[in-house]
T-cell receptor, first 114, second 113 residues
Framework: DTGVSQDPRHKITKRGQNVTFRCDPI?????LYWYRQTLGQGPEFLTY????????KSRLLSDRFSAERPKGSFSTLEIQRTEQGDSAMYLC????????????FGPGTRLLVL | DAKTTQPTSMDCAEGRAANLPCNHS???????VYWYRQIHSQGPQYIIH???NNETNEMASLIITEDRKSSTLILPHATLRDTAVYYC??????????????FGKGITLSVRP
């Protein structure tokens, strides 16, 4: 399957620890997005890359969050000093460059902060 | 904020058509209507999108009213695997800030045997 993949699928951590998630987009897609989804809500946009450039960040992305896409391929999302409120599903999506290109989502990483 | 309004939930019988409504009365002339669905514990799945003409693909049909203020997603023969949350999203064309998706709470479709 050549869809979007995310690793790990599940992560349990203690408050105050750092965590890092990885996203591998569909290989020819140069746009990559991160979203966060809490229970009962739709996904919320966090940040967006065009190739290796991070072009937009939501105000939801506090300074404890950092995302990178160093070679324009895979991306990482790091959360420092995790808080219980960070518990959520973190979703990655990718798309082709195009005015109306559709985004294709990975399975998500479910984070639980104890 | 999401620019769409959907009922909270609906159900339909397996094998029957499921018609999922969406209101987007403030849609702009260049904004597209997208539909995604999310099966429990999975990432959202793209279904279909359209601007003003009706669209059909292997998954569903999208009917957009002439004034573009509402649309209906039609699953012609619903199966139990179609049970999911369905999101109707409006999005302008383009890159950058325009390319992100703004999800609401969606409509939960339950297909009963």
């Amino acid at each position: 399957d050549t869809g979007v993949s995310q690793d790990p699928r599940h992560k349990i951590t203690k408050r105050g620890q750092n965590v890092t998630f990885r996203c591998d987009p569909i290989s020819e897609h140069n746009r990559l997005y991160w979203y966060r989804q809490t229970l009962g809500q739709g996904p919320e946009f966090l940040t967006y890359f065009q190739n290796e450039a991070q072009l937009e960040k939501s105000r939801l992305l506090s300074d404890r969050f950092s995302a990178e896409r160093p070679k324009g391929s895979f991306s990482t999302l790091e959360i420092q000093r995790t808080e219980q409120g960070d518990s959520a599903m973190y979703l990655c999506a990718s798309s082709l460059e195009g005015a109306v290109s559709s985004q294709y989502f990975g399975p998500g990483t479910r984070l639980l902060v104890l | 904020d999401a620019k769409t309004t959907q009922p909270t939930s609906m159900d339909c019988a397996e094998g029957r058509a499921a018609n999922l409504p969406c209101n987007h009365s403030t849609i702009s002339g260049n904004e597209y209507v997208y539909w995604y669905r999310q099966i429990h514990s999975q990432g959202p799945q793209y279904i279909i999108h359209g601007l003003k003409n009706n669209e059909t693909n292997e998954m569903a049909s999208l009917i957009i009213t002439e004034d573009r203020k509402s649309s209906t997603l039609i699953l012609p023969h619903a199966t139990l695997r179609d049970t999911a949350v369905y999101y109707c999203i409006v999005r302008p064309p383009g890159a950058g800030a325009n390319s992100k998706l703004t999800f609401g709470k969606g409509i939960t479709l339950s297909v009963r045997p």
